[in-house]
């Protein structure tokens, strides 16, 4: 079956714009998490989701960033009034339950210019 | 903030020789994943050592978990040139939210 994808997979943009990254999970899975990684570091924990609720979001770095899944399948990270320190991979996961492995999509590069 | 380190930071060897990286975290865990990533993108899965189990195995991989020390070794054995990536190690707490350390490169010659 298809994996984890991510859209776009590479975004640039201008400082102040909207931007929106989208991941469709493996089906069936129940868990969804989003992670940003920076160059020469690790992925960072963003926010979780299980099923169509936010579980925990503690890893947003201000409110300029919002992420939801309605329908507890695909999930859409919004990011606004992008700024340069916001470029980054944002990577997202999804895990059958909570306490599975988690499968990784190929990441959305997201510049901010 | 990252939980963990990776040491070393980098490693270079010769096709055939063995790989070793560490990986130290700081708070309780659940299970222990391990994880490669080439050229910066996606992730791929290895392991998972859960917090009772002292050592697994997955064909040339082998993890070790010591929860008293807060430490697991990740250990590659018969290097191939294909193994040449960046392997992190990640802690799990409750729901399995994931907390990688900075990420070892190997670098493995031909």
Redesign the interface.
């Known amino acids: 079956g298809a994996g984890v994808s991510q859209t776009p997979s590479n975004k640039v943009t201008e400082k102040g714009k909207y931007v929106e990254l989208r991941c469709d999970p493996i089906s069936g899975h129940t868990?969804l998490?989003w992670?940003r990684?920076s160059?020469?570091?690790?992925?960072?924990?963003l926010i979780?989701f299980?099923g169509t609720g936010a579980?925990?979001d503690s890893g947003l770095p201000n409110d300029r960033f919002f992420a939801v899944r309605p329908e507890g399948s695909v999930s859409t990270l919004k990011i606004q009034r992008t700024e340069r320190g916001d470029s980054a991979?944002y990577?997202c996961?999804s895990?059958l339950r909570?306490?599975?492995?988690?499968?990784?999509?190929?990441?959305t590069r997201l510049t901010v210019l | 903030s990252q939980q963990g380190e990776e040491d070393p930071q980098a490693l270079s060897i010769q096709e055939g020789e063995n790989a070793t990286m560490n990986c130290s975290y700081k708070t309780s865990i659940n299970n222990l994943q391990w994880y490669r990533q080439n050229s910066g993108r996606g992730l791929v899965h290895l392991i998972l050592i859960r917090s009772n189990e002292r050592e697994k195995h997955s064909g040339r991989l082998r993890v070790t978990l010591d929860t008293s020390k807060k430490s697991s070794s990740l250990l590659i054995t018969a290097s191939r040139a294909a193994d040449t990536a960046s392997y992190f190690c990640a802690t799990s707490g409750g729901y399995n939210k994931l907390i990688f350390g900075a990420g070892t490169r190997l670098a493995v010659h031909p």
Not at chain 1, 39 to 45: A, N, R, V
Not at chain 1, 98 to 107: A, K, S, V
């Open positions: 868990a998490y992670y990684q160059l020469g570091q690790g992925p960072e924990f979780y299980q579980a925990d991979v990577l996961a895990s909570q306490n599975n492995e988690q499968f990784f999509g190929p990441g």
